[in-house]
């Protein structure tokens, strides 16, 4: 991890992860022709879905928009030296937070109710965030497995709770439909492009700008680079690090409500696909930095999106998407192996 | 309340069969973790190992090939895990995770080409059930162990055989060195990369065997992420066993129970399912705070680097 974070930060050469990104496409394009498919047609199709109109381009920054979310949550995380891999949980919970604060607030204006429903989204994240924080910075648990956990206890809790005590009458395991003054306005119609894209944007600013024109933002920077260093200049990493998970699960929690009021307007048993696992990718592609990400979760929403197209137009397993996404993260992940077997490199 | 209704020899045997794929799992994640690599990929390469399971079975109409063809899908991905990990230092939870991600889609992609439904394949011929007609004149424990498939009785042998070796052989010895402190087992003359890359490559085949049992054993089809987070429970049983094989096994039984007692609950009704299915996960945070006695991992996850 140590090792990861030290090399993506000395170098700010991005040659690395585009030669990882056209290798995982072109180790798909091998599997696609072992498969009896065309690449050509196959990833042509996936292009036009994701990026051909203004409908595809709506598409894309909406599946984009919860990942760029849990990639910032997550590199808040990473920038402290933790690896927080329970961005999903945090995601959730905010969601069905801010799904419940959807339906039961009532009788407030629509800017307020709509600011307070996602407001309940990130305070539910950062709860959530705090648990595995606490059992790290007070009892040394590494924060690997308890956040792990902590995604799957989320997954199973959000889906009792919209199986049973808030269940909509009906067959799907669904909560009410949110009032209308808590729906975030589309901002694309007639995509599902919202407010909550701007929402993200405007967050990956504020993570830029406390990351790097703060002073509270270079010592989680400094606690992340160099613990040792950090507490011998009187930083206390405890704190530094439970203040990150903190911000990471109220960001991961806003994203999550953002999604309910945004694109499907009720808490919809199993709506994420893993968009928190996705955030991990993003953060990493992305190279830690806010800006990285948005680009970084453009390319996560374009293989999300323009993966519906290609399946329709050349019947091309939808799946080809996620393979293709697994191999940007393998291969993201191994900069060492791109460096010396792709790039014949001997100084690293 | 009928407590006969869930304990009951069904509900026992129902408890064996499904603590198999975990015993496996949590087997292969403790190879790799004494290792020091931590397994997040588990539930990708069971995943992977089921789908290959019933692809060869389907094309060879054996399901012996099916479980060899299981068996090498989980080394390949361990390979690879280990190749990358160990040999390019590339960071372990990232590559786990991008493995699960590549276990459901490749699965899917190929099921989606040959059975045309990305859903489930079709019925292929399934591993026989055993019957030893020794267990016949035990009471009790003979109708629970017999006419089983012989993957439920490697595991027992899995577990034994894992405990003999960690603890009682040299090369176990050398293993835990590796893990738990390389810079010393490499000063001893232990060739600590090539220690990892095996164990972890081994560690991913017994996950395999897990995966094998769904496909081949528990059901005799592929089905769309058929491991459903079987992979994450054996990681939690591994670490609910402290690392080791005996607690491995123990913990695979209880959360082996707790997976046939939510479906059994689902079918009666009176305790919803999710409550259960998180259970593993809680007990697994639980256990890690100490409160159910302490647990520390054998390794810290990070990538040794010779100097």
């Known amino acids: ?348 | 309340m009928e407590i006969g209704v869930l304990f009951n020899l069904s509900m026992l045997q129902a408890t064996i069969r499904m603590a198999t794929p975990l015993t496996f799992a949590a087997l292969g994640g403790m190879f790799c973790e004494r290792a020091g690599v931590v397994n997040i990929g588990l539930e990708g390469i069971m995943l992977n190992s089921a789908f290959w399971a019933v692809f060869a079975t389907h094309f060879s109409g054996s399901p012996g090939i099916g479980l060899l063809a299981g068996v090498l899908s989980g080394m390949a991905l361990g390979a690879i895990l280990a190749l990358l990990t160990v040999k390019y230092y590339a960071d372990q939870i990232v590559i786990g995770t991008g493995i699960n991600i590549f276990g459901l889609g490749f699965s899917a992609f190929v099921c989606q080409k040959i059975w045309g439904s990305r859903g489930a394949s079709g019925v292929v011929a399934g591993l026989p059930p055993l019957h030893f007609s020794f267990l016949d004149k035990i009471p009790y424990l003979g109708p629970l162990l017999n006419n089983n498939t012989i993957l439920v009785y490697l595991s027992f042998l899995a577990f034994i055989l894992s405990h003999y070796f960690l603890f009682y052989t040299p090369w176990g010895l050398r293993l835990r060195a590796v893990g738990e402190n390389p810079q010393s087992a490499d000063t001893a003359g232990i060739n600590v990369h090539l220690y990892k890359m095996i164990f972890v490559t081994l560690g991913s085949t017994l996950a395999g065997l897990g995966g094998v049992f769904l496909s081949l054993a528990h059901l005799n089809f592929f089905a769309w992420g058929m491991t459903s987070g079987r992979g994450f429970i054996a990681l939690a049983a591994m670490i609910f066993g402290k690392w080791t094989p005996i607690g491995c096994f123990l913990a695979s039984l209880l959360f082996g129970f707790a997976d046939a007692l939510q479906m059994r609950i689902q079918t009666l009704g009176i305790l919803p399912p999710q409550i259960i299915l998180l259970l593993p996960y809680l007990i697994t945070i639980l256990v890690l705070t100490g409160l159910v006695g302490k647990a520390t991992p054998p390794s810290d996850y990070k990538p040794y680097i010779k100097k």
């Open chain 1, 1 to 348: 991890m140590k090792l990861l974070s030290k090399k993506s930060l000395s170098s700010f050469s991005i040659l690395p992860e585009i030669i990882a990104i056209l290798l995982a496409f072109l180790i798909s394009a091998l599997i696609l022709l072992f498969s009896g498919y065309s690449p050509l047609v196959a990833f042509s199709a996936l292009f036009r879905g994701a990026f051909g109109s203004k409908n595809a381009w709506g598409q894309t920054l909406t599946q984009a928009t919860p990942i760029l979310f849990t990639a910032l949550a997550f590199l808040l995380t990473f920038r402290t030296g933790i690896f927080n891999i329970g961005v999903e949980g945090q995601f959730l919970m905010g969601a069905i937070a801010s799904a419940l604060a959807g339906i039961y607030f009532s009788g407030l204006p629509a800017p307020l109710h709509i600011a307070l429903s996602l407001l309940a989204g990130g305070v539910m994240g950062a709860l959530w965030g705090l648990i595995p924080a606490l059992l790290k910075a007070y009892l040394g648990v590494h924060e690997v497995i308890t956040t792990m956990m902590m995604s799957y206890i989320a997954s199973y809790l959000t889906s009792y709770l919209v199986n049973y005590p808030f269940k909509a009458p009906g067959w799907v395991a669904q909560t009410e439909p949110v009032a209308k003054s808590a729906l975030l306005p589309k901002i694309l119609p007639p995509t599902q492009l919202s407010l909550s894209f701007i929402i993200a944007l405007f967050f990956s600013f504020l993570v830029s700008f406390f990351l790097f024109h703060t002073y509270l933002g270079f010592q989680v920077r400094a606690v992340g680079l160099n613990p040792e260093a950090a507490e011998n200049k009187g930083i206390a990493i405890k704190n530094r690090q439970i203040l990150a998970f903190l911000l990471s699960g109220f960001i991961a929690g806003i994203g999550g409500g953002g999604e309910i009021l945004g694109v499907h307007g009720r808490f919809v048993d199993g709506f994420s696909p893993g968009y928190g696992w996705d955030g991990i990718a993003v953060g990493l592609v992305g190279k830690l930095h806010p800006g990285g990400c948005i680009l970084a979760s453009i390319l996560f929403g374009m293989l999300r999106a323009g993966g519906m197209t290609m399946t329709r137009v050349t019947k091309v397993p939808l799946d080809l998407s996620l393979i293709i996404q697994s191999l940007v993260i393998i291969l993201v992940a191994a900069p060492y192996f791109i460096k010396t077997v792709i790039m014949r490199r001997k100084d690293l």
